[in-house]
């Protein structure tokens, strides 16, 4: 599209999801965004669009990098960093920052909504934020609420306050269909100040399985952000062992407060859970694995394992206990892998098909040995028991690689492949 000038315009709500190809035509990624710088006294400037590649990296491209921007596809002539894009305090990105944020008419009508920004090539090859596409917030004088307007980023005020935040809701809204792991990714990728606000926005439910993604640092500034009440009901939703983690890590002074705050056997179970050493099997079970009785059927089995609070490592087997049921419980009787229950009828008891031949783990035992068993046994994970044989949690194969990984890994560059390195690099 061309604007009245005759520039090359490009509208960014339209250009995010947009193929990228390398010179000979292989597809390299899509755009996920369009990173500006604002300049005193000038238009907005466009300086690089955000790549995702493969492996859901991000990196950086120079818009000097782009040779072409038509429909449906971004032509480059290579990427020249590989590296995981973060970004600059003097950046911005149009999609994640300034659409749907609040500004103000110069001409005293009053505020609008920004829906979409375009960006023009300029005869310098630079591309400027030239137009903004507003709907107007309220009624006045001449216009009406809803009517949208194509404007000057001149005409306008608040698009660079920092103050003047996009809508979470549209940021979030855009997030349908990720997995949490995802969404943590991308909450990574924003300024601080933006990520705090977006995640307040978010459901407790959504929130407390994306901080289970997150790493140390960003998790403990999320939960340390939000009112203590709120924060409380976060840590409720949060698996037991993730919950215990990341209060494990707050100040002492807030992580009694929030225990007081959540619900008491949510609480109870991260008592019990930071009590243990770190890198033990107390340390890193979750005290909500399936836990059933003996008289329960294949069927009761199936439903349990079929709800989506239930992480797919612990979806794998059920651990048969006596009564009670809630952790600790009565004494174990075994686990039942899913694989034979599929095996069996619907009403089949769970008391007959046990599994007795792996020996639980016992709280103290060390990450190795918890490590040398899952392998051993091709477990996704195992029971914890104490000393009277009643079941505490069960360890899971993803918990054990939290702790073996460095403490960094959710912030660490993907691998490269040799092709990717050839394919990305610097021509």
Known sequence: MYSASGHQRVFIARLVGTRVFDPIGDQVGRVHDVVVL??????????????????????????????????????????????????????????????????TFKDGSGDGTVVDVAIELQRNREWLVT??????????????????????????????DQLARQGAAGLIASFAGLRPADIADLLRDLPTERRLEVAAEMADETLADILEELGDE??????????????????DEMQPDDAADLVGELPEALASQLLELMEPEEAADVRRLLAYEDNTAGGLMTTAPVILPPDATVAGLLAHVRRE???????????????????????LLGVVHIQRALREPPHALLGTIVDTRVEPLHPDT????????????????????????????????DDV?????????READDAVTDDEMDRFADG
Not at 66 to 79: E, K, M, N, Q, R
Not at 221 to 232: C, F, H, K
Not at 309 to 331: F, H
């Open 366 to 397: 060390g990450i190795g040995t918890i490590t040398r068993l899952l392998a051993t046994y091709n477990l996704t994970a195992m029971a914890v028991v104490d000393e009277d044989g009643r079941l505490l949690g069960a360890v899971s194969v």
């Open 309 to 331: 609070d239930v992480p797919p490592a612990l979806a794998a087997m059920a651990y048969i206990v006596r009564p009670p049921l809630e952790t600790p419980t009565g004494k």
């Open 38 to 103: 604002f300049q005193a006294g000038s238009l907005p400037r466009a300086v690089g669009l955000v790549v995702e590649v493969s492996g859901r990296r991000r990196v950086f491209v120079p818009l000097t990098r782009v040779t072409s921007i038509d429909a449906g596809a971004v032509i480059t002539t290579g990427l020249v960093n590989i590296r995981r894009f973060e970004l600059k305090k003097t950046e911005t990105l149009i999609h994640a920052e300034l659409l749907e944020r609040t500004v």
């Open 401 to 409: 690689l939290d702790h073996l990984l460095p403490e960094d890994w």
């Open 218 to 235: 960003d998790r403990i500034g999320v939960i340390s952000y939000l009112p203590a009440r709120r924060a409380a009901d976060v840590l």
């Open 131 to 160: 137009s903004l596409y507003v709907t107007r917030k309220k009624s006045s004088g001449l216009f009406r609420r809803g009517d949208s307007v194509m404007v000057s980023p001149r005409e306008v005020t608040g698009l660079e």
